[in-house]
């Protein structure tokens, strides 16, 4: 059973989704989803919150909170697993490997993880799906140092954002975001045209040993979106 917030948060999307609601529409108040839904006001201000903050929802000043882009949105200012990022948003995720093996550095992937050319690397390429539907492909380098038994991991039930995380604390991270095309290898387990532009995430993890992975993160652009909530209202100004 779905805590009620979470069922919420569903009935919305459901609503966005099937075309009953367009971006720009005006969502119902805190009472209104209390009432309909026969919980507190809190749940349902806790679930208009995490739409909010998910950038589904926006709220206006005196005026309410209104439908935004219907395109999910990942974080720009935190690292979430993306199996989270969809199961909060009440859908369904699922995954699927492509690639699962062991490499050896080229010179440039020696430089991202400042060890030897020929070293042994661990390579995973997993698409993760909202709905059925690919909304990422993960293409991940490991360092076996810090997480040796990374090739025995079963990833449809663990993704491995969770699993280094639970071995390899993180402590650290670098990342860039770009818009790109994508290629046939990108495109096809995607399951989009070459002409629909990506946006791909560079990102490098740290833990308090070293750097840990090293991982590519393709989106498809009208799929996705990257963003985030920064709060000034307790800003000291000088």
């Not at 609503?15 to 367009?22: D, F, T, V």
């Not at 690919?134 to 293409?139: A, G």
Request: charged share 20%.
């Amino acid at each position: 059973m779905q805590p009620r917030f979470v069922q919420i948060k569903s009935a919305i999307f459901d609503q966005i989704e099937s075309g009953g609601m367009k971006p720009g529409d005006k969502v119902q108040s805190e009472n209104q989803l209390a009432e309909a839904f026969q919980v507190s006001r809190m749940t349902a201000r806790r679930a208009l919150t995490e739409l909010v903050d998910e950038g589904v929802l926006a709220r206006s000043q005196g005026l309410g909170t209104f439908v935004c882009d219907h395109r999910p949105m990942s974080s720009l200012l935190e690292i979430r697993s993306i199996d989270d990022e969809i199961t909060q948003r009440g859908h369904h995720y699922s995954n699927r490997i492509l690639l699962q093996r062991q490499v050896t550095a080229s010179t440039q992937q020696a430089a991202w993880f400042d060890v030897k050319p020929q070293q042994t690397l661990f390579h995973t390429r997993i698409v993760h799906s909202e709905n059925d539907l690919p909304v990422q492909l993960e293409d991940r380098l490991v360092n076996p140092r810090w997480a040796p038994d990374y090739l025995q991991q079963d990833f449809t039930h663990i993704t491995a954002n969770h699993y280094l995380s639970n071995v390899a604390p993180l402590t650290q991270a670098d990342h860039s975001i770009e818009a790109i095309l994508p290629s046939k290898e990108i495109a096809e387990p995607l399951t989009i045209a070459l002409t629909q532009p990506c946006l791909q995430i560079s990102r490098r993890t740290f833990s308090a040993k070293g750097v840990v992975s090293y991982a590519l993160l393709f989106h498809p652009g009208n799929r996705y979106r990257i963003g985030g909530h920064l709060d000034f209202s307790n800003t000291i100004r000088s």
